[in-house]
């Protein structure tokens, strides 16, 4: 089974932009959440969508927003980039045949710079 | 507010040697702990899932135990090998405040040397 695919793997960006990441789950995965990793917080939850719905979602402005699709693939957006938005964005999907249980196997993640 | 501490953040040591990974967590209200591995610029890799109700699970040269009632676990490595040079990750699958969010330790930089 291929694993957890995110696009693309860089991005550079300048300050007021946006930007869109995918990520695609390992097929049969339905639950697919987004967080953030950098030097200073480490990796910090973003949100998790389940059956196309936002199941949950960390303490991140509205200027990050997020979808999945009926195929269980998923974008993330980020609105009006800032200099500390400059992270890797790591994205993990779950079987999740019970809620919260399975667990959770990540793609190579997007690395984002703003500039 | 759950918290995941690991400790030490950084451990050297010689190839062969058995070492054990510290996490703490301070609620013990969880679903589940799962320990990662790292490599520099890349995603994570799951090493270990263990759910609320387990004590440990056991992979090869790995072995992960989970005391809930403490708020600990340990990664126990065997005869450690180069490549098992890495960032070594906790996280819990928080059940209180921050229902079904996955809480990350900070990690364990671990080096193994020939």
């Known amino acids: 089974k291929a694993g957890v695919t995110q696009t693309p793997r860089y991005l550079i960006k300048t300050r007021g932009q946006q930007v869109t990441l995918s990520c695609s789950p390992i097929?049969?995965?339905?639950?697919v959440s987004w967080y953030q990793q950098t030097p200073g917080q480490g990796l910090q939850f973003l949100f998790e969508?389940?059956?196309?719905?936002?199941?949950n979602k960390g303490n991140f402005p509205g200027r990050f927003s997020g979808r999945q699709f009926s195929n269980s693939r998923s974008e993330m957006n980020v609105s009006t980039l800032e200099l500390g938005d400059s992270a890797l964005y790591l994205c993990?999907?779950?079987?999740?045949?019970?809620?919260?249980?399975?667990?959770?196997?990540f793609g190579p993640g997007t690395r984002l710079t703003v500039l | 507010k759950q918290e995941v501490t690991q400790i030490p953040a950084a451990l050297s040591v010689p190839e062969g040697e058995n070492l054990v990974l510290n996490c703490s967590f301070t609620?013990?209200?969880?679903?589940?702990l799962q320990w990662f591995r790292q490599d520099p610029g890349k995603g994570l890799t799951s090493l270990l899932l263990i759910q609320s109700s387990q004590r440990e699970q056991t992979s090869g040269r790995l072995n992960a135990s989970l005391d809930k009632s403490s708020g600990r676990s340990t990664l126990y490595i065997a005869a450690s090998q180069p490549g098992d040079s890495a960032t070594y990750l906790c996280a819990v699958r928080d059940y209180g405040g921050s229902q079904g969010n996955l809480i990350f330790g900070k990690g364990t930089k671990l080096s193994v040397k020939p």
């Open positions: 969508y389940f059956s196309e719905t936002q199941r």
């Open positions: 609620d013990s209200a969880i679903y589940n």
């Open positions: 097929s049969g995965h339905r639950s």
């Open positions: 993990a999907s779950s079987l999740e045949l019970e809620q919260w249980t399975d667990t959770q196997y």
